[in-house]
């Protein structure tokens, strides 16, 4: 019996020594909000009331659980950072042949542009790009289409995180 206690004990004075080295250097988990401090929901708003873009932020809010509002509110409360999504843009480049000269790569680049409004601030517009390799197999006709709507969801869901994840340091920017 001694002999499995001792590696029981060993590894409990080693966890117990790491944590107390973590809480002594300040190191704390941080929260899953993305909302800089002092900011309790995001307004949003698109140009066209069905765009896929707006669609992919509600549902990432959502899935995070963070609060936002459709229908712009009578009047604007402090803790509200208002989103305008702008038409987001696809372009594609060429990046390989076949020997027969067909297309056999592109990169697809999703242009997000938008404008952020904090309470008693003025609008700030921005601009990324979010980029995707996308084979092109002459091969495989079909479903090109419906394959190209997957690639360009997830290449929404990314902009839509990065969006959301620059909050904080665009806030920061206008203080």
């Known amino acids: 019996m001694k002999h499995h206690t001792k590696p029981t004990f060993v590894m409990k004075a080693i966890l117990l020594l790491l944590m107390l080295a973590l809480n002594g250097c300040g190191f704390k988990l941080r929260s899953a909000q993305v909302l800089p401090e ?3 929901q995001i307004y949003v708003m698109a140009g066209q009331d ?14 995070y659980q963070i609060p936002f509002v459709l229908s712009e509110p009578t009047q604007m409360q402090e803790q ?17 042949l076949f ?23 003025e609008a700030q517009s921005f601009e990324f790009d979010v980029t995707r390799e996308y084979q ?11 394959e190209l709507d997957l690639v360009l969801s997830e290449l929404r869901r990314q902009a839509v995180d ?7 340091s665009i806030e920061n920017q206008t203080s």
């Open 162 to 168: 990065r969006l959301v994840r620059m909050l904080p």
């Open 50 to 63: 069905y765009s896929p873009l707006k669609r992919t932020l509600q549902e990432y809010l959502t899935l």
């Open 38 to 40: 002092g900011f309790s």
């Open 80 to 96: 509200t950072i208002a989103i305008y999504l702008q038409p987001d843009s696809l372009d594609r480049r060429l990046l390989s």
């Open 99 to 121: 020997s027969t000269g067909q297309v056999a790569e592109y990169e697809l680049v999703l242009t997000i542009r938008f404008q952020v409004i904090f309470p008693g601030k």
């Open 136 to 146: 092109d197999d002459p091969d495989a006709i079909l479903a090109k289409s419906r």
